[in-house]
């Protein structure tokens, strides 16, 4: 019984590779630079996406979204300079939202409208700063520690507001502003509430916390002539199984109150953590682009090197197919040179995309992800491609005839 | 005393090998028939062209013919598939070129041992097979040895050893001591003699008439046919014989036999076997 061939290829391979030390390593180098430009996107992008899954999951999951819906057709948005969808006004209205909240099943909804202002206070005067105004119910959405105080609620005065924990450092130069006053828009507003520090600006609010000030409804209406313009609802479902039921009902609800324009989307489940930013979006794309170029240039190196190979070579493989190699013996012997190339030089790319994510994550706010699934693609691409751009050359070589081959040198 | 019919080494029958197109073809190889049984040493010898390569990369299962049939060891090998060709090229057929052909990155003994690769040894066992042969060949001080270290006629023996290392049916060799001085030569033919005494099957083409002495059976070819064999008298007169004028046939026949130096092998009569 003939055992299989797979380690004496494995040890010729490693000799062959060896021999030809600094050419090997080269072509590894554009393996590892094309692995690594997939795992640091991966990385980055999935980071930011189990962030936003994470705050849904402590809030105990079963948490669904209505966003307006961002206009499709036009220009795409990557040719506009100016992107559209940012003055698109949002039809969402506290009617809506009154209507959601009475679903049966529904364990909170919170209606959120964000508006600019600039708050003003002896010690400092911010300029364009989030303010967010909601109900009471919008702590029972998302997971927002309070650090002193007490949040919005139905008995407080119209005037009060909670802040982010670094924006009361900002306007009072003390992390524990209560009772202090600020100035927003005209108006007089007193600080009951300071929210905890989050290391994560990133939220399926699309809002800093850290440095929002927090207005009850009524107060934020009084801003917009007595409107109120939602830019989004939150609904949270008592279990998973009435989530389902209840984003049926609040399409039904708001096809209703839209005229049947459906000019809302209602995201639940994992949608939730997806970018909607189509900056974001862009800027993904681009970069996966590249990434996928610099992966075939690399494979085009793989092949270009092993042609070499094959070429300097030639009398070897005669030698070898006259000594009793078959075809297919040949080809294993060059495929696996191809294949232990794109293995190194894809660990090499996982860890060096891992490192590269690492140093970006220190100019965002999050974490790049650590899984296993994000290394199994990296080190999956790079065997894709070594089987891919090794096949050519490898076949090449068991084409050869040995008698061509044996003879060059006579 | 009976004589049995034994298995030749070699079969060939109306063996037949074009090359070129259209107006351009040839026969390398014109419907060759040879046998040749094991334990022989054949020569085959020709001007260039005549088809002596030819035959032999078809011997060796490094070609295939285009026509007719080969029967080596009583076995039909045409209608095998390229890796079955590979595996006979393995296990039953060694070559010696003249060009050596040891691959440069490895050491003898891993030379020696690469047909055993093949075979699926395990790399000891092949190492050990290996060393066991060269020790055989005297060239045990040198396994370590790295190729380009190594004079001419040491190369060649080292890859007579590795032609010989599976234990083949048959040995093939092409031009072996075309690249290798006189003295080098002598040592290399007196390597394969010895081999072809303790029973190899031994089949060598050359160039070189002085040679043939080593060997039992001297062919000679000519446009891609045989023109002379010694072991086959049955041939009608050589081309390249001059013909006189009004001689008769017969007479031509007896010189033939009488013009070589060992005695063809068909026509010897043995007692064992």
Redesign the interface.
């Known amino acids: 019984?003939?055992?299989p061939?797979v380690f004496?290829h494995i040890?010729m391979a490693y000799?062959?590779l060896r021999?030809t030390r600094s050419r090997t390593l080269l072509t590894v180098l554009g393996v590892t630079i094309g692995v690594a430009s997939v795992t640091t996107i991966l990385a980055l992008s999935f980071g930011v996406s189990r962030i936003i899954s994470h705050q849904v999951e402590s809030i105990g999951g079963n948490i669904a979204v209505v966003r307006p819906r961002l206009p499709e057709h036009g220009t795409s948005s990557l040719s506009d300079y100016v992107v559209q969808q940012s003055f698109s006004t949002s039809t969402l209205t506290e009617k809506d939202y009154a209507a959601i909240a009475s679903i049966p099943g529904v364990e909170a909804a919170a209606p959120i409208m964000t508006i600019t202002g600039s708050p003003k206070t002896k010690l400092a005067s911010l300029k364009s700063n989030v303010v967010f105004a909601t109900t009471p119910s919008f702590l029972q959405t998302v997971n927002l520690p309070l650090r002193e105080g007490q949040f919005i609620d139905s008995i407080t005065n119209i005037n009060t507001a909670v802040i982010g924990g670094q924006l009361a450092v900002d306007l009072f130069g003390t992390e524990v502003p209560i009772g202090q006053t600020f100035e927003l828009r005209g108006q007089t507003f007193t600080v009951i509430g300071i929210l905890q520090r989050t290391n994560d600006p990133v939220n399926y609010n699309n809002v800093d916390f850290d440095r929002a000030i927090i207005l009850s409804l009524e107060s934020g209406k009084l801003f917009n002539n007595g409107i109120s313009q939602l830019q989004q609802i939150n609904i949270r479902a008592k279990d998973n199984d009435s989530l389902g039921r209840i984003v049926q009902a609040t399409d039904t609800i708001l096809a209703k109150n839209h005229s049947g324009e459906q000019d809302y989307i209602i995201l639940h489940g994992s949608q939730v953590a997806d970018p909607t930013s189509q900056l974001f979006r862009s800027v993904a794309g681009v970069l996966t682009a590249i990434a996928a170029i610099s992966l075939v240039v690399g494979g085009i190196g793989i092949m270009n090197i092993m042609l070499v190979g094959v070429a300097e070579r030639t009398?070897?493989i005669?030698?070898?197919?006259?000594?009793?190699?078959?075809?297919?013996?040949i080809v294993s012997q060059f495929m696996t040179e191809s294949l232990i190339i794109s293995l190194v030089g894809g660990l090499a790319g996982v860890a060096v995309g891992y490192l590269a994510a690492l140093i970006a994550s220190t100019f965002f706010a999050f974490r790049p992800a650590f899984t296993w699934w994000i290394v199994a693609i990296g080190i999956g691409i790079a065997l894709i491609v070594g089987l891919v751009f090794g096949l050519y050359p490898a076949i090449r070589a068991a084409r050869k005839n040995?008698?061509e081959s044996?003879r060059q040198?006579? | 005393m009976a004589t049995r019919k034994k298995t030749p080494a070699i079969e060939l029958k109306a063996l037949t090998k074009r090359y070129g197109i259209g107006d351009a073809e040839h026969n390398a190889l014109d419907e060759v028939d040879l046998r040749i049984e094991k334990g022989e040493f054949v020569t085959i010898m020709g001007p260039s062209g005549c088809g002596k390569t030819t035959l032999l990369?078809i011997l060796?299962l490094?070609?295939r013919s285009d026509d007719g049939e080969y029967y080596l060891d009583g076995k039909s090998v045409e209608r095998l598939s390229?890796?079955q060709?590979?595996?006979?090229?393995?296990?039953q057929i060694g070559?010696v070129?003249?060009?050596f052909?040891l691959?440069n990155?490895l050491n003898v003994v891993e030379n020696v041992a690469?047909?055993l690769?093949?075979?699926?040894?395990?790399?000891y066992k092949r190492l050990e097979a290996a060393s066991a042969i060269l020790k055989n060949f005297h060239l045990s001080e040198r396994e370590y040895y790295m190729p380009w270290q190594l004079s001419g006629g040491q190369m060649q023996r080292v890859a007579i050893a590795?032609a010989l290392v599976?234990n083949p049916s048959i040995i093939l060799a092409d031009e072996p001591t075309g690249n290798l001085d006189s003295r080098s030569s002598h040592v290399i033919m007196e390597e394969l003699s010895e081999l072809h005494q303790r029973g190899n099957t031994i089949i060598m083409v050359t160039h070189n008439p002085n040679l043939t002495s080593y060997a039992t059976r001297i062919i000679k070819m000519l446009d891609g046919r045989i023109d002379s064999d010694t072991g086959n008298p049955t041939l009608p007169p050589p081309m390249t014989e001059k013909i006189p004028l009004g001689k008769s046939a017969p007479t031509i026949r007896k010189r033939r036999h009488k013009s070589t130096a060992a005695q063809p092998v068909s026509s010897r009569k043995r007692s064992k076997r």
């Open positions: 019984m003939r055992r061939l004496e040890s000799d062959s021999a009398r070897e005669g030698l070898r197919k006259a000594v009793g190699a078959s075809n297919t013996n040995p008698i044996l040198y006579h | 990369n060796g490094l070609d390229g890796s060709h590979a595996r006979i090229r393995s296990e070559i070129f003249q060009s052909n691959i990155r690469l047909p690769t093949y075979s699926g040894m395990r790399k590795r599976n």
